[in-house]
């Protein structure tokens, strides 16, 4: 049976569609039409004038509804992905902190099963770490951070298909070799938990590590040395015109006037929005997976207060910062949920918008930026119309 979208301003490639439709069947888009009137037979869904925009493809999240995708259980993954989607995620990446290989496999494991099940919101598994930057280590747990070790990135990128990204620091021993063969399994490296400098940075973005994980957050700017300057590992990427970044779009992470400066210089085709939430996102529940995290203004902080740790945010929340604190246009904020993670994570050829053969991910915005419907490969999460 068709479903068909009226009565809402439709984001599409092109930009804003007014009057128009969508129609969706079996999970897919069957078409975006330039005119709204009703198909016979077809299950009619009103957006009373909401924006209807491409459903969020979350890159980098650690859990939410009050479980963590640290534990590696099913329990755990289908709790915290049903947990965001009712905010607007239709497709993610659940993401691992530094982890041993023991934790890694047993969610790989889960997530291996879930992909295979029909229309599955998983795309991959995302690993932040355990290759960082001891001084860089922020709310990593520090006993786990290492350099690379060869004999284990080969055998887990060798086994496990379901790993899409490995975030890394390139100023490490070792770097280079694991760089290429995360390139060779057709994982993104990503730099992140860094100190790196320019030269370090320029070689490894050389080599294929092209995205930068919660860009400004554990990541240096500028170095003084006595009286001279040296480039940060933020002006680094900003210098290379091919990094990608991701900005943890909370306002709290990453300052609304920042949201906005990174936006104007990398552009919405070079910058992902991310929660980068932990387990007390989309819960009534404070408490993190890690016992060193509080819950204290509005973000996950290490007890001792020496560095923040995750969010609490979801997808809707990402697009009202950037639109009413960052005064980033709404389209382009929710391309930065949506087209950029597509094509940073090589999935664009059927999500990341509103065009005919794709996924139906859908979800509406009133105009306050606050989230009334979704739409995930068809299927009908929330509905507040």
Not at 46 to 66: L, N, Q, S, T, Y
Not at 313 to 342: F, H, K, N, W, Y
Request: aromatic share 8%; with cysteine.
């Amino acid at each position: 049976m068709f479903k068909q979208i009226i009565n809402g301003r439709i984001l599409t490639p092109q930009g804003w569609l007014e009057g128009g439709s969508v129609i969706v069947e079996d999970g897919k888009i069957a078409e975006v039409s330039n005119n709204n009137f009703a198909i016979e037979g077809a299950e009619i869904i009103d957006a009373k004038g909401c924006d209807i925009v491409p459903g969020g493809i979350e890159m980098h999240v650690h859990g939410g509804g009050g479980r963590d995708f640290m534990e590696g259980e099913e329990e755990a993954f289908r709790v915290a992905i049903d947990a965001h989607m009712q905010y607007g995620t239709t497709s993610i990446f659940p993401t691992l902190s530094s982890s041993t290989v023991p934790m890694i496999e047993k969610a790989c494991e889960t997530c291996t099963k879930l992909m295979a099940e029909p229309n599955s919101p998983i795309l991959g598994l995302h690993l932040e770490g355990p290759y960082f930057n001891p001084k860089q280590a922020g709310a990593q747990i520090p006993e786990w951070i290492k350099a690379p070790v060869k004999e284990e990135y080969e055998y887990l990128l060798e086994k496990w298909p379901c790993l899409k990204r490995w975030d890394e620091a390139p100023e490490l021993e070792g770097s280079h070799e694991f760089i290429k063969c995360c390139c060779k399994h057709g994982v993104l490296p990503s730099i992140g938990h860094t100190r790196a400098k320019y030269d370090e940075v320029a070689a490894a973005n050389e080599l294929g590590m092209t995205h930068a994980t919660h860009f400004y957050n554990a990541m240096p700017v500028v170095y003084k040395n006595r009286e001279f300057k040296e480039t940060g590992t933020v002006e680094s990427i900003f210098a290379l015109e091919n990094m990608t970044v991701e900005m943890i779009a909370d306002g709290i992470h990453v300052p609304p006037v920042m949201l906005r400066m990174i936006y104007q210089i990398k552009g919405v085709e070079r910058t992902a929005l991310i929660t980068d939430a932990l387990a007390c996102a989309a819960s009534k529940d404070d408490t993190a997976f890690d016992p060193r995290v509080v819950l204290e203004d509005g973000v996950c902080k290490l007890a001792d207060r020496s560095a923040l740790a995750g969010s609490i945010a979801t997808m809707d929340r990402l697009v009202r910062t950037c639109v009413q604190q960052a005064g980033i246009p709404m389209e382009d904020a929710c391309r930065m949920i949506s087209e950029t993670p597509a094509k940073i994570m090589g999935v664009y050829d059927r999500k990341g918008s509103l065009e005919k053969g794709k996924d139906a991910d859908i979800i509406f915005f009133d105009k306050a930026q606050e989230l009334t419907f979704v739409m995930q490969m068809g299927r009908i999460v929330r509905n507040e119309l």
